[in-house]
């Protein structure tokens, strides 16, 4: 199909392989890249909190990291284009905007792959024993999940992750978004990998009307030495921006 701005997208094999083309009136823009699935389709269930208690019906999404390869025009300079991204779709997903809504902690949302033998995304939020400075705004119980929804892709095979302790290192000195992370992943095969991930580029994001959103693009590196690139997009509610705000002081913890 073909938007009114004339962003093609050809599907030649769903599920698989998609072509993705556009072109801008006066030419100096345009990009046309072919995008090769690397991992299976994963399902997952909702992205932020809140869904799970807006509807009647499951809402939902699928999400698949794929090999993009062709050129990039941008200003009429020409860019090879060769990385691995991920692509999410959500079903039955309503985001209200009412200011009781939505009072989660500041969620990351950290999709990256690796190889062939691990990829994963996971949402979540700091784990309460690395004392966040959000810790004390909410009244969380010992021992809650710190993730939303997560999966893992090892050799083929997405699982479920089980368990997500999450420490940041380093914030952005205004906007307070993690530049460094430590993310320990375990899936429900028991099979437990470490990441670290370092901020290369940073920006805040405007897209919805009741959260802030900010994006980085992290370098990871995991427990076997490989690196992967991938972005991380911090979501804060009213309630998180005011913990934040009280934390610009904050040293975070050795």
Not at 103 to 129: I, K, Q, R
Not at 220 to 244: C, F, L, Y
Request: contains cysteine.
């Amino acid at each position: 199909f073909t938007t009114v701005q004339g962003l093609r997208f050809d599907f030649v094999e769903p599920g698989r392989v998609a072509h993705i083309t556009f072109r801008s009136p006066d030419g100096n823009t345009s990009i046309d890249v072919t995008a090769t699935a690397v991992t299976p389709l994963a399902v997952r269930g909702h992205v932020l909190p809140d869904e799970s208690v807006n509807l009647a019906e499951t809402s939902g999404g699928s999400e698949q990291f794929l090999r993009y390869t062709g050129e990039l025009v941008l200003g009429g300079k020409r860019y090879d284009v060769d990385c691995n991204w991920i692509r999410d779709r959500s079903w039955r997903q309503v985001r209200k905007e009412t200011l009781e809504s939505s009072v989660h902690p500041p969620l990351c949302w950290t999709p990256v792959y690796f190889d062939e033998d691990f990829a994963f995304n996971v949402m979540g939020f700091e784990s309460l024993d690395t004392d966040p400075p959000w810790k004390h705004a909410y009244d969380l119980p010992e021992g809650a999940p710190t993730h939303v929804f997560g999966w893992v892709s090892r050799k083929g095979e997405v699982r479920e992750v089980k368990r997500v302790h999450r420490r940041d290192t380093e914030r952005h000195p205004i906007y307070l978004h993690p530049l460094k992370m430590e993310l320990e992943i375990e899936d429900d095969h028991g099979d437990v990998s470490i990441v670290r991930g370092e901020a290369i580029a940073f920006a805040p994001l405007p897209q919805w009307y009741n959260v802030s959103t900010h994006e980085s693009i992290m370098r990871w590196e995991d427990d076997r030495g490989k690196v992967g690139h991938g972005p991380a997009q911090s979501i804060w509610n009213w309630k998180a921006q005011q913990a934040m705000r009280h934390a610009r002081s904050v040293t975070l913890p050795t």
